[in-house]
Protein backbone atom coordinates (compact mmCIF):
# COMPACT_ATOMS: atom_id res chain seq x y z
CA UNK A 1 0.00 0.00 0.00
CA UNK A 2 2.90 2.62 1.06
CA UNK A 3 5.64 2.96 -1.37
CA UNK A 4 9.04 4.13 0.41
CA UNK A 5 12.07 5.74 -1.72
CA UNK A 6 15.36 5.77 0.36
CA UNK A 7 18.13 8.84 -0.58
CA UNK A 8 21.17 10.07 0.60
CA UNK A 9 23.25 6.91 0.20
CA UNK A 10 27.22 7.87 -0.41
CA UNK A 11 30.66 6.71 -0.81
CA UNK A 12 33.18 8.26 2.09
CA UNK A 13 35.69 7.32 4.68
CA UNK A 14 35.46 6.24 8.01
CA UNK A 15 34.51 8.44 10.79
CA UNK A 16 32.62 10.62 8.98
CA UNK A 17 28.79 11.01 9.14
CA UNK A 18 25.58 10.40 6.56
CA UNK A 19 21.81 10.92 6.86
CA UNK A 20 19.68 8.75 4.76
CA UNK A 21 15.99 9.47 4.23
CA UNK A 22 13.12 7.40 2.97
CA UNK A 23 10.30 9.13 1.95
CA UNK A 24 6.96 7.39 1.88
CA UNK A 25 4.09 8.19 -0.67
CA UNK A 26 0.45 6.29 -1.42
CA UNK A 27 0.01 5.41 2.28
CA UNK A 28 -1.01 6.98 6.05
CA UNK A 29 2.88 7.05 6.84
CA UNK A 30 1.59 7.85 10.46
CA UNK A 31 -0.14 4.65 10.49
CA UNK A 32 3.14 3.04 10.38
CA UNK A 33 5.88 1.74 12.47
CA UNK A 34 8.88 2.28 10.32
CA UNK A 35 12.54 0.52 10.57
CA UNK A 36 15.79 0.68 8.87
CA UNK A 37 17.52 -2.35 7.15
CA UNK A 38 21.23 -3.19 5.84
CA UNK A 39 22.35 -6.02 3.63
CA UNK A 40 26.16 -6.58 2.96
CA UNK A 41 27.18 -8.74 -0.23
CA UNK A 42 26.82 -12.15 0.72
CA UNK A 43 24.93 -11.56 4.36
CA UNK A 44 21.35 -11.58 5.23
CA UNK A 45 19.15 -8.54 5.83
CA UNK A 46 20.19 -7.01 9.19
CA UNK A 47 18.17 -5.06 11.21
CA UNK A 48 19.41 -1.99 12.53
CA UNK A 49 16.86 0.47 13.51
CA UNK A 50 13.63 1.09 14.62
CA UNK A 51 10.56 3.83 15.46
CA UNK A 52 7.39 3.53 16.82
CA UNK A 53 4.46 5.53 14.34
CA UNK A 54 4.57 8.10 17.42
CA UNK A 55 8.18 8.44 17.02
CA UNK A 56 8.17 8.16 21.13
CA UNK A 57 10.35 4.45 21.03
CA UNK A 58 12.85 3.38 18.99
CA UNK A 59 15.28 0.86 18.79
CA UNK A 60 19.19 0.01 17.52
CA UNK A 61 21.35 -3.37 17.14
CA UNK A 62 23.87 -3.21 19.16
CA UNK A 63 26.63 -2.36 16.79
CA UNK A 64 25.34 1.17 16.00
CA UNK A 65 23.76 2.12 19.35
CA UNK A 66 25.47 5.67 20.56
CA UNK A 67 26.23 6.40 16.84
CA UNK A 68 22.74 5.92 14.60
CA UNK A 69 20.14 7.81 15.84
CA UNK A 70 16.51 7.03 13.72
CA UNK A 71 14.15 9.72 13.84
CA UNK A 72 10.47 10.57 11.84
CA UNK A 73 8.62 13.45 10.58
CA UNK A 74 5.22 12.39 9.94
CA UNK A 75 4.20 15.61 8.79
CA UNK A 76 6.76 15.13 6.08
CA UNK A 77 5.99 11.40 5.49
CA UNK A 78 9.69 11.06 5.91
CA UNK A 79 12.03 8.67 8.65
CA UNK A 80 15.53 9.32 8.77
CA UNK A 81 18.68 7.54 9.84
CA UNK A 82 21.90 9.66 10.89
CA UNK A 83 24.58 7.81 11.15
CA UNK A 84 28.06 9.05 12.56
CA UNK A 85 30.88 8.00 13.19
CA UNK A 86 30.61 5.26 10.19
CA UNK A 87 33.08 2.65 10.24
CA UNK A 88 33.95 0.25 7.24
CA UNK A 89 31.78 -2.92 8.94
CA UNK A 90 28.77 -0.24 8.30
CA UNK A 91 28.86 -0.65 4.34
CA UNK A 92 25.80 -2.32 2.95
CA UNK A 93 22.54 -1.05 1.20
CA UNK A 94 19.84 0.61 3.75
CA UNK A 95 16.59 -0.36 3.12
CA UNK A 96 13.52 1.79 4.85
CA UNK A 97 10.58 -0.30 5.87
CA UNK A 98 7.49 -0.33 7.09
CA UNK A 99 5.05 -1.92 9.61
CA UNK A 100 1.19 -2.32 9.57
CA UNK A 101 1.42 -3.40 13.78
CA UNK A 102 0.43 -1.22 16.36
CA UNK A 103 3.68 -2.19 18.35
CA UNK A 104 7.33 -1.05 17.84
CA UNK A 105 8.62 -4.33 16.12
CA UNK A 106 12.41 -5.53 14.89
CA UNK A 107 11.19 -8.62 13.27
CA UNK A 108 11.91 -8.87 9.39
CA UNK A 109 8.35 -10.29 8.94
CA UNK A 110 6.81 -7.39 10.75
CA UNK A 111 7.86 -5.17 7.72
CA UNK A 112 5.30 -5.63 4.95
CA UNK A 113 7.05 -2.89 2.82
CA UNK A 114 10.35 -1.84 1.65
CA UNK A 115 12.02 0.78 -0.61
CA UNK A 116 14.41 -0.09 -3.02
CA UNK A 117 17.49 0.78 -0.43
CA UNK A 118 20.65 3.01 -1.28
CA UNK A 119 24.28 2.59 -0.81
CA UNK A 120 26.54 3.23 1.92
CA UNK A 121 29.67 2.67 1.70
CA UNK A 122 32.54 3.24 3.82
CA UNK A 123 36.29 3.36 3.30
CA UNK A 124 39.13 2.66 5.57
Known amino acids: QVQLVESGGGLVQAGASLRVSCAAS????????MGWYRQAPGKEREFVAA????????QYVNSVKGRFTISRDNAKNTVYLQMNNLKPEDTAVYYCAASPIARLTIIFRDYAYWGQGTQVTVSS
Open 26 to 33: RGTFSSYG
Open 51 to 58: ISRSGDST
